[in-house]
């Protein structure tokens, strides 16, 4: 069962006004604030000591990432840093054609745009928010300024880019060696890990788009998970309905990663 202190997403009506929305996101980025137990869920500054906490905090500043939004794009430079509260990012790999596919899932275990620490850095994937989530957002310059100040900073850009770097992998043996059908339920244990919910939004183009597959066979996949009582489906979402079967359904790449996960994290404590 999800905690009830995980973050929740934010949803924000289409009907209100621009008046609303910005006093609405005031007060909810002062109530954050003023409540410092609660203000970060992204993992590596939960668990980063205070004295960084500090050196990054004056910079951070809360944002809402919306299905949709494009966070980086290849061949073009990264100018700011995201480290992921909540929702789901894609990273895709683009063909000429045009044609993409998945080659990692980020979450609250992420930061986007770590290696600009490093130098000028230009992305190499398109990064596309998949489920509405939020981060904290800081400019390079002072990212950069940041991680000079401290031996700490500098071993949190070496452990997310590892960290990364290990679900690309892990992700491209899992689409190589591994079926659909438990691609499929990987991929749906991992973004519950991530939005701690058992109902998933998405679109049918970007399910045969993760899993390098046509249409209808995911939802030949689907409509058989849902026939074995694991999920309920219909085109844009799937719920979770037996979450222990989805477990043992699925390949061994879920454990590895949540494993990856978890020493990367206790070698920054």
Not at 67 to 90: H, N, Y
Not at 206 to 234: D, E, H, K, S, W
């Amino acid at each position: 069962m999800p905690s009830p202190s995980k973050f929740a997403r934010v949803v924000l009506l289409e009907s209100r006004t621009g008046s609303q929305r910005s006093n609405e996101k005031k007060t909810k980025e002062a109530a954050l604030v003023a409540d410092d137990t609660k203000v970060y869920k992204n993992l590596f500054l939960k668990v980063l000591p205070e004295r960084e906490r500090a050196l990054l905090g004056p910079s951070l500043q809360f944002v809402e990432l919306p299905q949709g939004e494009l966070l980086a794009e290849p061949g073009k430079r990264v100018s700011d840093v995201t480290f992921l509260d909540a929702g789901m990012v894609s990273l895709l790999t683009t063909m000429q054609d045009g044609t993409a596919i998945e080659i990692a899932t980020l979450g609250r275990e992420s930061v986007l745009g770590v290696l600009s620490a490093l130098g000028n850095h230009q992305s190499n994937v398109r990064a596309l928010v998949q489920i509405d989530g939020a981060g904290w957002k800081m400019r390079v310059t002072d990212f950069r300024a940041a991680v000079e100040k401290s031996r700490t900073l500098r071993h949190l850009v070496l452990l997310s880019s590892e960290l990364t770097l290990a679900q690309m992998q892990q992700t491209a043996a899992c689409n190589a060696l591994h079926s659909a059908e438990r691609r499929l339920c990987r991929w749906i244990l991992q973004v519950r890990d991530r939005i701690d919910g058992d109902v998933i939004e998405l679109t049918q183009d970007f399910l045969a788009q993760m899993l390098a597959v046509r249409r209808p066979t995911v939802t030949l996949i689907a409509q058989g998970l849902q026939n074995a009582g694991l999920i309920r489906y219909r085109r844009g979402r799937i719920t979770i309905t037996d979450h222990a079967g989805l477990e043992k359904l699925a390949c061994e790449c879920v454990e590895e990663i949540r494993t990856k996960t978890r020493h990367i994290l206790n070698e920054l404590q």
